[in-house]
């Protein structure tokens, strides 16, 4: 890789995401990057926002989750260029996860690309916290032993481009802890909203910039308001490498998916983030070595022959 990927983010925003559970990485994608993840968004979805945005919510209400909302959300491999396919694994996230989980071993256990489209759906959600799909009991009170969900965008987002809003961890624990977002009377939830609207920030920012934040934060997708607006971002989750008691993809349950994508391109760190052993692994054998290069005959084994030859 060369460069030193934890130049695009400084030891402040690493203090920031463990005080407030959120921080806006700005400029952690280069316009380059930017520009290729969008030509691969452009292909993948292959759609544009209408004139009209779409209103569900009646005079005073509060979004709510509607199945439409996701359904412009896909996981890698997809057949377009490396850009999008590896985006999720790329370095500058890998070292921020890194730093945040005060770990070297990560893995990527969800990887999103989710583009939504003005009149698509009202985007409008209600606060709340990630962690019900990302665990079957509740958020780590040590940020370390928790995960890192780091949302990123390749187009610019302003308040009309559907962007989500947060509540900092300090400002949401003068209001209600996480497990308030799991009370789904309606009286206990108009409570809970309105209490944490006065404390919401928005994450509208240029293409380019990611939001870290961990999965007991407070957050809420907003409407795509612009005509023929279109906001594509990708979401990566890391964890701890080996924490079974986090989870959402399980990657090898997509094998009809074009891995080749991903294995001709990425390198064996970013292998490693999908779980694919690191070279110098017990694993590797000329025998697996030879089955995995049957699978992906453009796959670069040499990182993994010479550590085998090294050992
Ligand atoms: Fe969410």
């Not at 396919?85 to 996230?93: C, E, F, M, V």
């Not at 997708?221 to 279109?230: I, W």
Request: hydrophobic residues 35%.
């Amino acid at each position: 890789m060369g460069a030193d990927m934890t130049a695009r983010f400084t030891a402040q925003d690493v203090e920031a995401w463990e005080r407030d559970g959120v921080t806006l990485l700005h400029d952690l994608f280069t316009p380059e990057e930017c520009a290729a993840v969008r030509a691969d968004f452009d292909i993948v979805f292959a759609r544009e926002g209408a004139e009209t945005p779409l209103n569900r919510k009646g005079e005073g209400e509060v979004g709510k989750f509607h199945p439409s909302q996701f359904k412009t959300l896909e996981s890698p491999p997809f057949d377009c260029s490396p850009a999008l396919n590896l985006i999720g694994a790329h370095p500058a996230l890998v070292a921020f996860a890194r730093a945040a989980l005060k770990t070297d071993d990560v893995h990527l256990y969800q990887c999103q690309a989710w583009a939504k489209f003005t009149g698509d759906a009202d985007y409008d959600q209600p606060f709340h916290c990630d962690f019900s799909n990302h665990t079957l009991t509740a958020p780590s009170e040590d940020p370390v032993k928790n995960c890192v969900t780091i949302f990123c965008y390749f187009t610019d987002v302003t308040d009309a481009h559907g962007a989500t809003h947060y509540v900092t961890r300090p400002d949401s624990d003068k209001v209600a802890g996480p497990v308030a977002s799991l009370n789904q009377d309606p009286e206990a939830q108009a409570t809970l909203q309105a209490g944490l609207l006065p404390y919401s920030r928005s994450s509208a920012s240029s293409a380019g910039t990611a939001i870290a934040y961990t999965t007991d934060v407070y957050h809420r997708g907003t409407n795509l308001t612009a005509p023929g607006g279109r906001r594509y971002a990708v979401m990566a989750c890391f964890k701890k490498a080996g924490d079974e008691s986090i989870g959402f993809t399980a990657w090898q349950f997509h094998h009809t998916k074009p891995w080749s994508r991903i294995f001709d391109h990425a390198t064996p760190e970013q292998l490693a983030c999908f779980g694919v052993q690191r070279p110098g692994d017990p694993f590797w054998t000329e025998t697996t070595i030879a089955r995995t290069q049957e699978r992906y005959p453009g796959w670069n084994a040499a990182p993994y022959r010479a550590a085998l030859a090294g050992g």
